[in-house]
């Protein structure tokens, strides 16, 4: 811990930018949470002491500039390759860490493929899924994550279930899948949210670390400037709407499964 | 006593401290721009209030903002 002096006095810093950010400030929207997701998992990567083992994959969307911003190597990839990319990379170099950064238009929309076969071979990566509902980076279409009745560029009368079926649950998605070893889905709103959010991106390294299998942090997330809101209406968005649509929760974790079936075996 | 100190060239002004500091310490005066021509905000606390709780560093997306606390001295 860093301890600093000013006017006689000793202190130390109990809160500033992880060591696993660079230095360059964050070029995302003000009041944007990717700026709040690349904070709590470079904070995870801090306390784990991995970051000289990581490899991060940065998308296409808002999330590759990701590669600018964490002090660690990144592999910018084609549109909705980040997991295949990631296999190989894991596959080749098995003691590294594997983290990917997704945004819903890659990872729900032009990835499902790769995103579904990933974790059904369960590979020991760990990707973080930034949910925020529309495509930002390209000026506000509609996603595959988009509500019912959520007006974007593509959808200006709202989204309709009719012509355009419903708001793609990736997490319940990959749940059931063997491969799996840990699927949570966690939001951004609040400072206790956060904080939770934290503790499953903790976790879901641990699954790699642990050689358990696959695993996935969905983060609900803003989009204030293509969702025509304040901050401050962009976070409450997310509290009212968006965790109705997409239910908080841990969606498979696999220690809370081998516990109960320790306790079945015991019990004989 | 312990403080927070904000990082005005990493600051964008999207005002998401303010409601989260529990006893309202961080004010959107508009007093000055930062490198980037955007207002950042301001902490003022005369009384010491601060109690280093982190909540507005936790909800900051840009990390610009540091809190210290004070190191307590083992009585010998």
């Not at chain 2, 002004?13 to 980037?36: D, M, S």
Request: glycine share 8%.
């Amino acid at each position: 811990m860093d301890v600093i002096t000013i006017e006689g006095t000793e202190y130390k810093v109990v809160a500033e930018r992880p060591k696993s950010l660079t230095d360059t400030p964050f070029t995302y929207c003000p009041g944007c949470n990717h700026g709040t997701t690349h904070k709590i998992i470079a904070e995870v990567i801090d306390e784990l002491g991995i970051q000289h083992r990581c490899i991060g994959i940065a998308s296409v969307g808002c999330s590759v500039f990701s590669y600018e911003f964490f002090d660690f190597d990144f592999i910018s990839v084609p549109h909705g390759r980040a997991l295949a990319v990631a296999t190989g990379a894991k596959r080749m170099r098995p003691d590294s860490v594997l983290m990917t950064y997704q945004g819903d238009g890659d990872l729900a929309a032009i990835g499902t493929a790769e995103t579904i076969h990933a974790c059904n071979r369960g590979e020991r990566v760990t990707c973080i899924f930034v949910n925020n509902a529309i495509y930002g980076m390209t000026g506000g279409q509609m996603a595959p994550t988009t509500l019912l009745g959520m007006k974007t560029t593509t959808s200006p009368l709202g989204r309709d279930a009719k012509r355009i079926g419903w708001p793609m649950k990736m997490s319940e998605m990959l749940a059931p899948l063997q491969g799996a070893a840990y699927i949570a889905r966690v939001s951004m709103h609040d400072a206790k949210h956060i904080l939770k959010a934290k503790a499953a991106i903790k976790k879901a390294f641990r699954a790699q670390l642990e050689d358990k299998g696959f695993s996935m942090v969905e983060v609900l997330s803003n989009c204030n400037v293509n969702w025509h809101m304040t901050p401050q209406e962009g976070v409450k968005f997310i509290e009212e709407q968006m965790t109705k649509n997409f239910p908080l929760g841990v969606y498979k974790d696999v220690w809370q499964e081998e516990a109960a079936k320790q306790t079945a075996k015991e019990e004989g | 006593m312990p403080m927070i100190e904000i990082l005005d060239d990493a600051c964008k002004g999207c005002l998401l401290c303010v409601p989260a500091c529990p006893h309202e310490l961080i004010h959107n005066t508009k007093a000055k721009l930062n490198k980037r021509g955007l207002y950042p905000v301001e902490y003022v606390d005369p009384d010491g209030k601060c109690t280093g709780c982190r909540l507005c560093a936790i909800v900051c997306p840009d990390a610009a903002i540091r809190v210290y606390k004070e190191v307590k001295k083992k009585s010998a």
